[in-house]
């Protein structure tokens, strides 16, 4: 099953239309807690399965090679997920830490709750990118969908395409970064000014998602006006 | 939950393989519809006459005897061939007329669709039970479109389950729930759509045929549908030459689409369209909501 160019940078490759998705998935959860084991992993032919490589907690790198199902690289500590594809519904939700990497698009609530970690969409999000998301920081090369950064609570949500219906609805203090059109901003979303701090915090993110040919200062930043029912002090319990 | 699928074939090798493909994305379907399974199959149109699809609660059923009786009322009537609780009738007549005389003449009978082209199979029971009962595997034809069932708003019955056809060479299947489909239902039996259950998406079927009937094309009537059906819903609809794809504006159901030379194929999950020959290199979307989405024979 091994397949490698030298000791210690071995792949560990396992196939999905041979080994069974749990097999894969349990192998992987063994890893947790700095367990040896291989950290190269190549998963072959995903074929849109659910919760593949779901649940991770280690120090590994993982590239997938096809279409992901749902949930996939949900609740990821530590790893490093790259799939060669697009992904299903809940990509990278809950994720705590790490990167996940999508090479081609994903559907809807891409990184849902997420509290840590990066995660890069080379094509487009679907709607409700970002939903709650409570820290991560998610970069998107092409266009979210609509309820973008629904009750977005923190972290940043940087779309370099345009942004769908809703953009940002009832968002906390999460930070969004829009550089083409938006089809309308959500309840308590407004445009806030873009100072340099914003623009090196773009540009940061940028180049950890490797778009290099994006111009930092392009952007707008849009947040939180703090003016529902929530923001009050006086509805406070 | 329910899962659909559609398969649109380009090429004569995916029409000649047809029914092959369609039982292994409704088997990967089944997760999300274990209750019944149905199939809407575009093939072998008639050159006059019309086409009906005739279900009986009895599998040994006497169809001669009932083609007798057609064959003395229009002229011409053969039941080419018989699957499992389904038969499919010829008779040279409207397809209207020919439906209204079974459903009056043979109360215990359910027509399951009428038309020139469209055979529509449907079951209870898991999906890949269904395939086997039925032979889906033979099937050669144009375009099909498949439904696996998981009940919320209506027994788990065969009448209950997908697809629905109201209108001639009609089909349609949905993943979802309308919201609006009791009052929608009253406006349209008003103007003569008729209703044979208490399903929700039998009112979205008649409702594009209302649409088709008054002139409308397969996408006028699913863009005005937008604003007419209220609820969750992505449907797959087929007509003679026509594949079409809806998502509500709010987009809580799933689709995805994925197209090559050789096909257009419609599911509620990636991976009901993995199993295609090709799929690797599929260009592969999520439709948009609120965007209809139509392929058509003539333009293909």
């Known amino acids: ?25 349990q192998r992987l959860h063994d890893l947790a807690g700095g367990k040896e084991g291989p950290t190269h992993w190549r998963v072959l032919n995903p074929r849109g399965a659910h919760a593949v490589a779901c649940g991770l907690d280690a120090e590994i790198d993982i590239e997938i090679d096809g279409h992901v199902g749902y949930y996939c690289a949900g609740m990821n500590q530590l790893a490093n997920v790259c799939v060669h594809g697009s992904a299903s519904t809940g990509l990278a939700e809950n994720m705590m830490s790490g990167t996940v990497v999508i090479e081609g698009s994903v559907s809807q609530s891409a990184g849902a709750s997420a509290h840590g970690g990066l995660l890069v969409v080379h094509g487009d999000a679907a709607a409700r990118c970002g939903i709650s998301m409570k820290g991560v920081d998610i970069v998107v090369r092409g266009s979210v969908g609509h309820l973008s950064g629904f009750m977005a609570q923190s972290g940043s949500l940087v779309v ?73 002090i006086d509805n406070a319990y | 939950m329910c899962g659909i699928v559609g398969l649109f074939a380009k090429s004569p090798a995916i029409e000649e393989s047809l029914g092959r493909h369609l039982a292994a994305m ?17 093939r072998n149109p ?32 053969t039941v080419p061939s018989v699957r499992a609780s389904h038969a499919v009738v010829l008779v040279e007549a409207d397809a209207a007329e020919a439906e209204v005389w079974v459903r009056r003449n043979f109360p215990d009978l359910r027509v399951m669709s009428a038309g020139s082209v469209i055979e529509i199979y449907k079951e209870v029971g898991r999906p890949e039970v269904f395939s086997e009962q039925f032979s889906l595997a033979d099937f050669q034809g144009t375009h099909v479109l498949g439904h696996t069932r998981m009940a919320t708003e209506s027994r788990v019955t065969t009448e209950g389950s997908h697809p629905f ?71 797959a609809v087929a007509t003679a030459d026509g ?58």
């Open chain 2, 165 to 235: 056809s109201t209108g001639l060479d009609l089909c349609l299947v949905h993943n979802g729930s309308l919201s609006n489909h009791n009052r929608l239902r009253r406006t349209l039996q008003r103007d003569g759509i008729e209703f044979h259950t208490e399903n929700d998406t039998e009112v979205a079927a008649g409702y594009l045929a209302w649409k088709l009937r008054e002139g409308a094309s397969l996408e006028q009537a699913l863009e005005e549908g937008i604003e007419d059906l209220d609820g969750f819903y992505t449907f």
């Open chain 1, 1 to 25: 099953m091994a397949a490698g160019t030298a000791s210690g940078t071995a792949v560990e490759v396992v196939d999905l239309a041979t080994t069974p998705l749990r097999e894969l998935n």
């Open chain 2, 46 to 77: 008639v050159t006059s006459g019309s086409k009906l699809t005739l279900y009986s609660r009895d599998t040994l059923y006497d169809w001669d005897a009932l083609c007798g009786q057609l064959d003395g009322a229009f002229g011409g009537a």
């Open chain 2, 26 to 42: 409704l088997a990967q379907m089944s997760a999300r519809g274990p209750d019944s399974a149905g199939v809407a199959v575009y």
């Open chain 2, 243 to 300: 594949f079409a794809v809806l998502r509500d504006p709010i987009a809580c159901k799933p689709a995805v689409l994925a197209e090559t030379d050789d096909w257009v194929a419609m599911a509620s999950e990636y991976h009901a369209i993995a199993v295609l020959p090709g799929a690797d290199d599929a260009r592969v979307w999520e439709p948009e909501p609120g965007i209809v989405y139509v392929w058509e024979k003539a333009a293909v």
């Open chain 1, 160 to 232: 370099c395409g345009d942004a769908g219906e809703a953009l940002g609805d009832s968002l906390y203090e999460a930070r969004i970064y829009v550089r083409g059109e938006i089809a309308g901003l959500g309840a308590d979303c407004v445009e806030k000014e873009l100072r340099a701090e914003h623009v090196a915090q773009v540009r940061g993110l940028l180049e950890r998602a490797g778009f290099d040919d994006v111009d930092p200062s392009s952007f707008r930043r849009y947040g939180s006006a703090r003016e529902l029912y929530s923001f009050k």
